[in-house]
């Protein structure tokens, strides 16, 4: 179930990119989330069970999280892109048998049992 991200890159302040994660096998929920430099890693967004989804204060309005039909890959939509969303995304799995709160999962409270290696985002001003 190793998650396998891609499609980071650099980019201007304003511009778009569309991350990418690759799962064997269906999961429950999945979620992205970043290691901005000098901070800890904090959630991005996450998607439950039910196609449900939440998002941190700063990727709402200007990220979208969703997965294919198969829910075996998961997408991050990043549009209005800023210096201050420069960082590694990381993609996160979990079969979520629990039911986790999705708020649970975006604090770090809950811990994920899969996760990738990270793909760099870099915005320039």
């Known amino acids: 179930v190793q998650p396998v991200e891609s499609g980071g890159g650099s980019v201007q302040s304003g511009g778009s990119l569309r991350l990418s994660c690759e799962v064997s096998?269906?999961?429950?929920?999945m979620g992205w989330f970043r290691q901005v430099e000098g901070k800890g890693r904090e959630g991005v967004a996450v998607i439950g069970v039910d196609g449900k989804t939440t998002y941190a204060p700063s990727a709402r309005g200007r990220f979208t999280i969703s997965q294919n039909g198969a829910k075996t890959t998961l997408y991050l939509q990043m549009s209005d892109l800023k210096p201050e969303d420069t960082g590694m995304y990381f993609c996160?799995?979990?079969?979520?048998?629990?039911?986790?709160?999705?708020?649970?999962?975006?604090?770090?409270?809950?811990?994920?049992?899969?996760w990738g290696k990270g793909t760099r985002v870099t915005v320039s001003s």
């Open positions: 996160a799995a979990d079969y979520c048998l629990s039911r986790p709160p999705l708020e649970r999962m975006l604090r770090g409270d809950y811990a994920m049992d899969y």
């Open positions: 096998y269906w999961n429950h929920c």
